[in-house]
């Protein structure tokens, strides 16, 4: 593994929460709990003051109430949190050589080649100082050879915090830590490795990667490496237009605007269910009409990150009502999904409760085994255009 990369990786302190700090400055030093509020809901994010009270994301909010009653409870705005994502983001684009943004939250940095000219360590820590000033949101950074070290790095200097780990310094830092600090060891493997005695990093490190492959498979080999400190995955530079889309031309040119709606709903079900399986979340809708004269007519709209199929139904509606001004025949209609990051739905904090993501795993499932058309909504089986 070389050891002259000198990769940063940089994660926002309790995103949401944060933000509502931001908003609210009355919430500093309390307990907050930021997610759906009725018994039903789930907890998205948290102080850390309410986490020393056991209150975790993903855990029902029923029982965060009952870990620590006194917290305060924050439902939420998608769109503030979108808005100060892309602020971030940037701020950063306009100061470092190579950006990944990796989620909502937190991006990879590549400063490699830049420490002959100006200390890494030194410019992370000015850029986080950058961060705060200009965003009002405290950041923490981890500093190391690559992506696997820097993000473990960062999540134990939080919060607000910096640590740099040197080629040289890996063993004895990861060592130390519980297998669960590997990025992408989940509960499942955590449960068989721990089963096995295996929870310590160092414990797992020594054991021969044959028998790793038999227990995990190949991705036990790779959880076996990040181990070792070892990952060459590179940075990827963050581009906003990235996306993905589909298009329909019709067989005739149309203005059967029920046909038409269905159409699009079954283009945002597929791409939706495309997010999901790339594990992304986009936060701009597009629509193209081409009319029969060829004129094309193209709207677009900022949206909270989402990659839930009913929000983006309603706004690749909406902008379809928007750009169909002229009283004209239909020959294509397309769908663009963009400005896409890494992550996963927020679960009962807005329109998505939890009942609704749990019908969409369960329809997300039925596609991955038996083919994307293997399920489908009503409204979008009379399709004929």
């Known amino acids: 593994m070389s050891s002259d990369k000198h990769i940063i990786h940089m994660d926002l302190d309790s995103f ?3 933000v509502e700090i931001k908003k609210n400055s009355k919430l500093a030093g309390k307990p907050v709990i930021v997610g759906g509020l009725s018994d039903r809901g789930v907890v998205t994010s948290c102080s850390y003051e309410a986490r020393k009270y056991g209150v975790h994301s993903a855990m029902p909010s029923r029982l965060a109430r009952q870990l620590c009653p006194h917290a305060e409870f924050v439902r939420g705005n998608m769109d503030d949190y979108s808005e100060h994502s892309r602020m971030v983001t940037e701020i950063l684009q306009q100061k470092v050589p190579v950006l990944e943004k990796a989620s909502i939250d937190e991006h990879y940095i590549d400063m490699t080649g830049m420490e002959r000219f100006y200390g890494c360590m030194k410019f992370a820590r000015e850029l986080k100082e950058q961060v705060f000033k200009e965003s009002g949101l405290p950041v923490s950074f981890g500093l190391s050879v690559n992506k696997t070290v820097s993000k473990i790095a960062t999540n134990e200097c939080k919060p607000n915090g910096a640590l740099q780990v040197e080629q040289l310094e890996i063993p004895s830092f990861l060592n130390p830590l519980s297998i669960k600090k590997i990025p992408g060891l989940g509960a499942a ?7 096995m005695g295996v929870r310590k990093i160092h414990t797992f490190a020594q054991i021969p990667q044959q028998q790793v492959y038999k227990v995990l498979g190949n991705n036990g080999l790779s959880l076996w490496q990040k181990a070792h400190g070892i990952d060459h995955a590179p940075v990827i530079p963050y581009r906003e237009q990235k996306s993905i889309s589909k298009q329909q031309t019709f067989e005739s040119d149309s203005i059967d605007f029920t046909q038409i709606r269905q159409l699009i709903t079954g283009m945002v079900i597929e791409l939706a269910y495309e997010l999901r399986k790339q594990q992304k979340l986009t936060a701009c809708v597009t629509i193209v009409i081409r ?6 007519i193209t709207q677009q709209c900022r949206i909270p990150y989402t990659a839930l199929d009913d929000t983006l139904i309603v706004k690749a509606k909406e ?13 294509l209609v397309g769908i663009k999904l963009s400005a896409l990051v890494n992550g996963y739905e927020q679960i009962g904090l807005y329109s998505a409760s939890e009942e609704k993501y749990n019908l969409y795993q369960a329809m997300d499932k039925i596609r991955n085994r038996y083919g994307e058309k293997a399920i489908a909504m009503a409204s979008t089986l009379s399709i004929k255009l």
């Open 319 to 331: 902008l379809f009502e928007r750009a169909y001004t002229r009283r004209m025949l239909i020959r």
């Open 291 to 296: 009319y029969s004269n060829f004129e094309t």
């Open 16 to 18: 949401f929460v944060s």
């Open 189 to 195: 493997t955590f449960l068989k490795l721990s089963e």
